[in-house]
DNA sequence: TACCAGGTCCTCG
DNA sequence: CGAGGACATGGT
């Protein structure tokens, strides 16, 4: 087994099935682990997105997230929730600068509102069941303004069920700490994809684990000793 | 109080 | 290309 598959096992065995997308609108949807949703996540449940507004809810949340917690971005979807906006016509249809107020506590919210009409234009203009089942799907994606590769790649796994690696922040942060050298977006996704079977709903778990491993122990300041990847890395042996 | 958070765009060398 | 700045709120 390559050190990638490795690193995957030994996380999946410590945090377990991590239950992304966060959705606000999850219907009835039981986990199949039988321990009930929470949060919006819905460990072991491999079928969401179910509708095309849970797909939209996820891609307004991925620009909704972008270098922003997760915390404020579910302040801003509650809003969004309560004025009917988590929908492509609504949000297409709602005046921009209503719109950024609504959403004002995920940060960088004027920029974020265009970003929002930006995507739901597009995605009527296109119509989303013809999207998401054509070929060039993350280069369309690309193509619009607001929308870079993380953002892409989010929408890709978990609206679209696509089998793409997701490479953000922390997955850069922890894999230069474990000594790989490959830096830049497409590299390190390359990487992972090279390594691994095409299979999203392990990237989908793969990633979410990364970023539990971040918020736990690799932080800015990291925690190292009780780390679970401690045996595999040789970073900061010296800090607690 | 300062730092950080599930990025992206634009400009400049 | 890549570095550097702008964009902004809320939690610790």
């Not at 606000?24 to 949060?39: A, D, E, I, T, W």
């Not at 009409?117 to 013809?130: E, G, H, M, T, Y």
């Not at 929308?147 to 942060?173: N, Q």
């Not at 922890?174 to 079977?197: C, H, K, P, V, W």
Request: charged letters at 20%.
């Amino acid at each position: 087994m390559n050190l990638i598959k490795n690193i995957y096992k030994i996380l999946f065995e410590k945090y377990g099935p991590q239950g992304w997308w966060p959705l606000l609108n999850l219907g009835n949807v039981q986990s199949q682990s039988g321990s009930k949703s929470y949060g919006g996540y819905h460990p072991g449940n491999y079928e969401l997105p179910l509708t095309e507004e849970q797909q939209f809810e996820i891609i307004a949340g991925a620009i909704l997230t972008q270098n922003t917690s997760w915390n404020n971005v579910v302040k801003a979807i509650l809003n969004l929730k309560q004025k009917k906006l988590l929908s492509v016509n609504n949000i297409n249809k709602v005046n921009e600068k209503e719109l950024a107020l609504l959403i004002r506590p995920s940060g960088y919210f004027n920029q974020k509102a265009k970003r929002l009409k930006n995507v739901a234009s597009f995605l009527i203009s296109r119509q989303i069941k013809k999207l998401f089942a054509g070929k060039n799907l993350r280069a369309e994606l690309l193509s619009l303004n607001g929308i870079g590769p993380e953002t892409a790649d989010s929408i890709m796994l978990y609206a679209a069920k696509k089998p793409i690696f997701v490479i953000d922040a922390y997955t850069k942060r922890i894999f230069a700490r474990l000594g790989y050298n490959e830096t830049g977006y497409d590299e390190l996704q390359a990487l992972f994809m090279s390594s691994l079977e095409p299979d999203a709903a392990m990237f989908n778990e793969y990633h979410a684990l990364i970023v539990e491993l971040a918020k736990n122990h690799c932080r800015k300041k990291p925690i190292c000793s009780s780390c679970p990847l401690a045996g595999l890395c040789s970073y900061n042996k010296s800090i607690s």
